[in-house]
């Protein structure tokens, strides 16, 4: 009850009711609890099954790893709707070990790297290249790297252009139906 963890689940579980603009009656019966669990939960007064856990993530799309307060992520959708999203994908791939040996953000072909023509992306590419190389050079260190990311990704949590809007600016018309 008094773990920090738990109060983070505590406080998370009760901004995304609060978010949701819903009760802890109507919240609580859509993942089929009593209210009265619920506001023991919301209180860190007792803490849910692995199994009710899972029903709220479920039932409102937002990840565990949310609500246990690992990822600041509300939830795991791995739709790409704006250029955030996107560089949080290419970060990922740039964690994975199977990555191949020598990958790079900004690629001159196919085989080393990702090749884009979208030209809002070269700036953002080459600006988080530059922030991990002094990173991995150690002139910061991973707090500040995080603090800046954490800055990165909100100034460019705007959309991404449709399909549309890209076919327009390359062709000059509207695409056709």
């Not at 919240?27 to 609890?33: H, S, V, W």
């Not at 070269?122 to 990311?149: S, V």
Request: glycine share 6%; aromatic share 8%.
């Amino acid at each position: 009850m008094g773990d920090i963890e738990l109060q983070i689940f505590a406080n998370r579980l009760k901004e995304l009711r609060n978010t949701l603009n819903i009760t802890q009656k109507d919240f609580a019966e859509k993942i089929g609890i009593t209210a009265a669990a619920l506001s023991s939960y919301e209180n860190n007064l007792k803490n849910p099954s692995i199994a009710v856990a899972k029903r709220i993530a479920e039932t409102f799309n937002v990840s565990i790893d949310w609500l246990c307060g690992l990822t600041n992520e509300i939830n795991n959708d791995e739709n790409i709707k704006t250029y955030s999203d996107l560089i949080r994908l290419f970060l990922k791939i740039l964690k994975l070990e199977m990555a191949p040996s020598g990958f790079n953000l900004i690629a001159t072909n196919k085989e080393n790297g990702i090749v884009t023509e979208n030209g809002e992306m070269y700036p953002i590419i080459r600006d988080i290249q530059k922030m991990q190389g002094i990173l991995n050079d150690g002139t910061i260190d991973q707090n500040i790297y995080n603090t800046w990311l954490d800055g990165f990704l909100e100034k460019h949590n705007t959309s991404l252009p449709t399909w549309a809007i890209i076919s327009e600016r390359d062709t000059g018309e509207p695409p056709q139906e």
